[in-house]
């Protein structure tokens, strides 16, 4: 059995500053892993008759099907990589928030990725990864990188970020999921075709993150979701605010939301509002920024 950690990400920034003919936005973006992770675990089996790929996954909500990014991923990679006659049994061990914008099925994809490429002895090169993992989902590639990046484009021009040490993020999430192409919908119906949208300035967070103090990342963090999402999404509005009055630096929402993460300098602090919005019936995890 071999395993691979399948990390989350926030988003530190997130402006989409444009929509291309296809129908894809073009984003600018600050990603950030986190240690919340799902873990992906395999068994292989060579020279069977016949290549197959098996799919168990701990969250009944999620299907474990050829829908799901993790065998897709499987399939692209052997299928790229020209490899047959193998048995993969794959299980996804979840314990990122499904719908949540936290790049989950992004994370679970690239680590499968990572997992079938370190079993058949680096096949492929990192680009060649990056590459099948667009064809994926825009987060995948960022997810095979991880750490700190500046994301442009669709999410797919990485240029990693130096930033100072790593702090405490808690995530918190109240019931129900956003679909993003829906909340790229909403942004449509906001600003049309974007052609008189002012974009937000990015540079503010690579300055406070080149700084090292998180202090700093509270005037330069921003979303552009908020502005759609937030009004629908009630209770992550709430999750925020709650964040803010129980000592965050900063709170945000992740991704095209609805779960909110705030940045605390004081681990207790974090802890002790992670324990009071679990008794609100709500998901909350204290983790650590992944440099
Ligand atoms: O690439 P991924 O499958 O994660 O994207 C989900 C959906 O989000 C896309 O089908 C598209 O509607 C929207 N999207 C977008 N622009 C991006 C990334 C995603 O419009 N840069």
Known sequence: M??????????????????????YHDLKSCMQTVSLS?????????????????LTCSDKNLAADEKNLAYRAAALYLETAGITNVRVKLHVEKRIPLSAGLGGGSADAAAVLRLLNR???????????SRIGGKLGADVPFCLTGGTCRCEGV?????????????T????KADGGVSTPEAFRLLDDLHGDFAHYTPHD???????????NVHALSHAAYNAFEDVILPIHPE???????????????????GS???????????VRAEVCAAAIRKMGFFAAVCRTVG
């Open 202 to 212: 990015a540079e503010k967070i690579y300055k406070a993150l080149a700084g090292g």
């Open 257 to 267: 939301g609805p779960s909110v993460f705030g940045i605390f300098v004081s681990d």
């Open 38 to 54: 799902d873990t992906i675990s395999a068994e292989i089996t060579e020279d069977v008759p016949e290549t197959e790929i098996l």
């Open 155 to 167: 999410g797919d021009i990485l240029t990693p970020v130096t930033t100072g040490p790593d702090y």
């Open 119 to 129: 079993y058949f002895k680096n096949r492929l090169s990192h680009e060649e990864l």
């Open 2 to 23: 071999i395993y691979e950690n399948a990390n989350a990400k926030i988003n530190l920034f997130l402006d989409v500053v444009g929509r291309r003919e296809d129908g």
């Open 236 to 254: 992550a509005a709430k999750l925020k605010t709650f964040l803010l009055d129980r000592g965050a630096v900063t709170a945000l929402m992740s």
């Open 169 to 172: 993020v808690l995530i918190a």
